[in-house]
Structure formats: structure tokens, C-alpha cells
């Protein structure tokens, strides 16, 4: 059995009593973010989702030509969605998403707005679990110590990120700088970074910090490669997936991405990079203690804050 055919199987499934199974005891929201849950959906991807949770009852009926121009997608991308969440096609796809559609309109006239605002509590709870794995990773603090001391270290310690993962590299740097004397952030690819890379081995610096967020860019696979072989070694924080990046850093910390709305949202990896800006701040408390009184007092001189 295809995994369409499971999937309109559950959907469909009775019980021999002629009772309803567990999967339509359900509500209909639950049922239609249960399509997607666990899934890694592209923005363009999110968007369609988006569509058929905001437009259930009437989006299950669509043809795929149809469902395309409401959404202001190609034919092939909505295939490639219903592909991407294990079915064969997108016929394979309505199949399931019509009981559901009927459910709700058997349901309360508020279900629309009960599937978005499960939705975006759902989106809440992955986060929720995307922490939880970063507290039990944190339990062992000896790791983020270790690296903690060896990125405080590092004089000057680059940070890299490029693409999506520019955010959380900016946040990281911004305050790196306030307890190390040397941060240099790269956020361009390609020949820009390998300059500033090998600057960095030239004058001192022993480790980088790469932030490598979904979409994996490759020019992030290349520039870690570019600073392994300048003979820097690589921190990268990333999500859970395993993959080439991995292979090439030194150490990896891992944090899972919310991507249950259209852009993925990033708690998780925020935490994570507070851990290990604490460790290096407790690396070197002196050093941390005086860069962090003579920036107040530069603050309170020249007004920065209100």
C-alpha cells in the first residue's frame, strides 16, 4: 500500500461496530495539521499549507489547476507539496483533505478559525519541544564549558552566517563583542569569506562559530570548508538534520528550527547561542567583568540607551 493510500485509509477508516475510528474522533484541525506536522516544507510550500488550512472546506474541492492560481504557484509546486508530504500526487492528496473538509462543515461554523488558531498554537508547542531538547542537551554542561573556553580563546574569533542564518550570527557577535576583545562577523560568502577567513587565521585566531540554519546554503558547506583548510577549526550550531555540514564541522551543537509557519522561527538555536556567550563570559570572568563595566560606562557617556 502506497502511502497515499494508507494516509486516505486513517482518513477514512470505520471501525467493524460502525463506529467512528480514533483518527475521525479527531477534530478537524487536529487531523489537517497532522498532514503537515514533521514535515520540511520549503516558504513556497508553507504558503500552499497556509492556503488549504485558511481555506479548508472550499480548497479540498480545487483542482490542482485550480489550487495553483489561488495560491499563485506552478502546477509542479503543488505536486512537489503533496509529494513532500508522502503522498503520490496531489489527487492522492485531496483524497485525504476532502473527509477532513466535510468534517468541518459538519462541525462548529468556527472551524476555520479554530484550525488557525491550532495552527499557530501547534507552531508554540514545536518550539516548546525544540527547548526542551536544547535543556536536555545543557544538562551535560560540560561540553558547552569546554567550547565556551576555547572560543573565548580564540583572539579574534570569527562568527560566520550567511543567508537566513545572518540573524542569529549578528545577535551572537553583538553581544560576543561586549565580553571579547576580537569578533569578526562574516555574513558574505564566497571570496569575501575566504579573505576574511584566512585574515583571521593570520592574525591569531584558532576557531569560528558557523550558524547554518534550513535552507543549508552551500556557499555556508563551502566556507567551512574554506576555514578548515586555512587550520581554524569550526563550531557550527545547526538543526537536527545530518548532512554534509556535520561531516565537516569539529564540534556541532544542534537546535530544531520552528518550521511550522511560513519562515522558520528560531528560539531553540537563540538559546542555544545564549548558552555558549555565558560560557565564554565564565571562561574569563575577569576579562568579561572589566569589557562589560568600561562599555556602560562609554553607554552612559555618550547616551546610547534611554
Do not use: C
Amino acid at each position: 500500500m502506497s502511502s497515499g493510500q494508507q494516509a486516505r485509509a486513517q482518513a477514512a477508516a470505520i471501525t467493524p461496530s460502525g463506529s467512528q475510528s480514533p483518527e475521525e474522533v479527531r477534530p478537524p484541525a487536529d487531523r489537517l495539521l497532522a498532514l503537515f506536522d514533521g514535515r520540511r516544507l520549503s516558504p513556497g510550500q508553507r504558503r500552499i499549507a497556509q492556503y488549504l488550512i485558511d481555506h479548508l472546506t472550499e480548497a479540498a474541492f480545487l483542482s490542482i489547476t485550480e489550487l495553483a492560481e489561488r495560491v499563485g504557484v506552478s502546477q509542479p509546486s503543488v505536486t512537489r507539496f503533496a509529494a513532500s508530504l508522502g503522498f503520490s500526487g496531489y489527487p492522492a492528496l485531496r483524497d485525504v483533505l476532502q473527509p477532513i473538509a466535510l468534517s468541518a462543515v459538519a462541525g462548529s461554523p468556527d472551524s476555520r478559525e479554530q484550525i488557525r488558531r491550532n495552527e499557530l498554537q501547534a507552531a508554540v508547542d514545536a518550539e516548546i519541544e525544540n527547548l526542551e531538547h536544547v535543556r536536555r542537551l545543557l544538562a551535560d554542561t560540560n561540553q558547552v564549558l569546554d567550547i565556551g573556553r576555547e572560543l573565548a580563546a580564540s583572539v579574534p574569533l570569527t562568527v560566520l552566517g550567511l543567508r537566513i542564518s545572518v540573524s542569529l550570527a549578528e545577535y551572537f557577535a553583538y553581544a560576543a563583542r561586549r565580553i571579547h576583545p576580537d569578533v569578526r562577523l562574516v555574513t558574505r560568502g564566497g571570496s569575501v569569506a575566504f579573505d576574511a577567513l584566512l585574515q583571521s587565521k593570520a592574525a591569531g585566531g584558532t576557531w569560528v562559530l558557523a550558524f547554518a540554519m534550513p535552507r543549508h546554503a552551500k556557499e555556508t558547506l563551502a566556507a567551512i570548508r574554506a576555514a578548515r583548510s586555512t587550520g581554524l577549526r569550526v563550531v557550527l550550531i545547526t538543526d537536527p538534520t545530518l548532512g554534509p555540514l556535520v561531516d565537516e564541522a569539529d564540534v556541532t551543537l544542534t537546535a530544531g528550527t520552528g518550521s511550522r509557519l511560513v519562515f522558520d522561527s528560531y528560539a531553540a538555536p537563540g538559546m542555544l547561542s545564549a548558552a555558549l556567550l555565558q560560557a565564554m563570559a565564565d571562561a574569563d570572568p575577569e576579562r568579561t567583568q572589566a569589557r562589560l563595566e568600561s562599555y556602560e560606562q562609554v553607554a552612559d557617556q555618550h547616551g546610547f540607551f534611554l
